[in-house]
């Protein structure tokens, strides 16, 4: 039996890919069926028994993940900050973290990365020792996309590529590795890559040179890569439809209708709506007239009054007023959006504290 597992959790990154949200928010903290993303990392990583979790941050948005996570508690953990720089990639995150993971094993998890299955069993193997590093695997149709692995039939992984233009797999790498010490010493043999990181398909290639055991897992469930707005929309999708129950705690009056699978938070008011789950809609939000439709998530103190929404992504303290008809949409904390009378249909990505009339 190993040492100690210890969490390595990669939180950096500017995430100019969800921008305008990200000019003032971390993407990790970006709500997905209205809980930060980090959070799903944190809580699956503390359910695998992992108690101590390093968390690399960057200087532009360390200081708002410092406030949410605090000093890990709130999720059974014991957390270190670990500030990167400057973004020098996956491979440059285990290089900076080695003063705090020392000579233990840890799992790598990708901060903005959601899976649809627990990771204790692939801790539990890898705790039990037999392989150097363990990746899991997702089955995708653009592999060209992601890193690639070529694995036998014992999972036994053979070679990875980043981003192969000719893909010898679909299998993509899913931003969850297990790693021993052996790791570093593959670090410290590789070089930077074009775009002049430290990659760490390059370092499990290097493992894979020094003859070490790298082992696979074929993930069944989801796997959600949050980069973008669309992806992130289909996340809020993904997790509402697995994981939303129906919870009503606020005031739903006479003239209301529920359906389906809906959570209503406490001191909410619905007043003269219809509501169409999977919805998830927070704390102190106040609706009247309105349709909110399948797989929209609400944050908490939202009012919105004569419009209709689906499909879309509020976060808390927006403002919605006479909107006909929004759909497929981010919308910052903050926002307000009011109509002149327009009848049209409104796919939206708006930043924090816009303020937007149609």
């Not at 809980?35 to 200087?59: Q, R």
């Not at 992984?157 to 299998?171: G, Q, R, T, Y």
């Not at 004569?306 to 759909?327: F, K, M, P, T, Y």
């Amino acid at each position: 039996m190993r040492p100690g597992l210890k969490g390595l959790v990669l939180s950096g990154g500017k995430g100019t890919r969800l921008r305008p949200i990200t000019h003032t928010a971390a993407k990790q903290l970006i709500p997905v069926a209205n809980k930060p993303i980090l959070f799903f990392v944190l809580e699956n990583i503390a359910a695998a028994g992992i108690e101590e979790v390093g968390i690399v941050i960057a200087p532009e948005t360390g200081h708002a993940i410092q406030a949410a996570i605090g000093d890990g508690s709130l999720f059974g953990l014991r957390v270190t900050w670990i500030p990167q720089a400057y973004p020098g990639g996956l491979a440059h995150c285990v290089k900076i973290a080695r003063p705090f993971l020392g000579d233990s094993p840890f799992v790598m998890y990708l901060g903005d990365n959601l899976i649809g299955t627990p990771i204790t069993q692939f801790a539990d193997e890898f705790r039990a020792g037999g392989a150097d590093a363990t990746i899991l695997l997702k089955a995708v149709d653009n592999p060209s996309a992601f890193g690639v692995a070529t694995v036998d039939d014992a999972g036994r992984v053979l070679k990875l590529v980043e981003k192969p233009k000719d893909p010898a797999s679909n299998l993509a790498l899913v931003g969850v590795y297990f790693f021993s010490p052996a790791i570093h010493g593959a670090i410290d043999q590789i070089v930077p890559s074009a775009r002049g990181e430290l990659e760490i398909t390059d370092a499990i290639q290097q493992l894979l040179n020094d003859h070490a055991r790298v082992k696979s897992h074929i993930i069944a469930e989801w796997w959600l890569d949050t980069g973008k707005k669309d992806d992130l929309l289909a996340a809020n999708t993904t997790v509402l439809d697995s994981w939303c129950r129906t919870d009503v705690r606020g005031s739903v009056d006479a003239k209301s209708s529920v359906q389906g699978r809906v959570q209503i938070g406490r001191d909410t008011v619905v007043a003269n709506c219809r509501i169409r789950g999977p919805v998830m809609i927070g704390e102190r939000c106040n609706l009247r007239n309105s349709f909110v439709g399948p797989f929209t998530s609400v944050g908490n103190d939202t009012e919105i009054a004569d419009s209709i929404i689906q499909h879309a992504v509020l976060l808390e303290g927006c403002r919605l007023q006479g909107i006909n008809r929004l759909e497929d949409s981010l919308l910052g904390r903050n926002v307000t959006m009011s109509s002149r009378g327009s009848q049209g249909l409104y796919r939206m990505s708006l930043g924090d504290d816009s303020d937007v009339e149609v």
